[in-house]
């Protein structure tokens, strides 16, 4: 059988260390837990976790996945013309108003100043 590489995030690698001091019993779940500022519950299920399925087992499920709530690249750029075409010169939350009220786009003022950063910052560099 060959072997899996895994990947792990300086935090995810803390994890496995503890946890495999915490399974070889060098360690209590109590300091386990504050070791990684973790309740003694969430550390004993990182444990089991480890148990079942090794190192890959600590890494978090939905790396590499784009989150459920995250606008669409369609909105953005809906966003970004009607900025430069039609509301140019508002602030964040008068154009996210504007948007409501004559495009029905819901989106908040953060989310809108996002949106022109991002695509501002890039069109810089």
Known sequence: MGQE????T???LKKVLVIEKLVAKSL????????????????LRLKARYIKEGAKGIVHKNRGRKPSHTIPESIREQVVSLYEQKYYGSNNSHLSELLE?????????????????????????
């Open 5 to 8: 590489t895994i990947t792990l």
């Open 10 to 12: 300086t935090t995810e």
């Open 28 to 43: 209590t779940s109590e300091d386990a837990a504050t070791a990684l500022g973790l309740s003694k519950r969430q550390v």
């Open 101 to 125: 009220e004559h495009e029905q786009l819901d989106l908040s003022v953060s989310s809108v100043r996002r949106i022109l950063v991002v695509r501002f910052l890039n069109s810089v560099t």
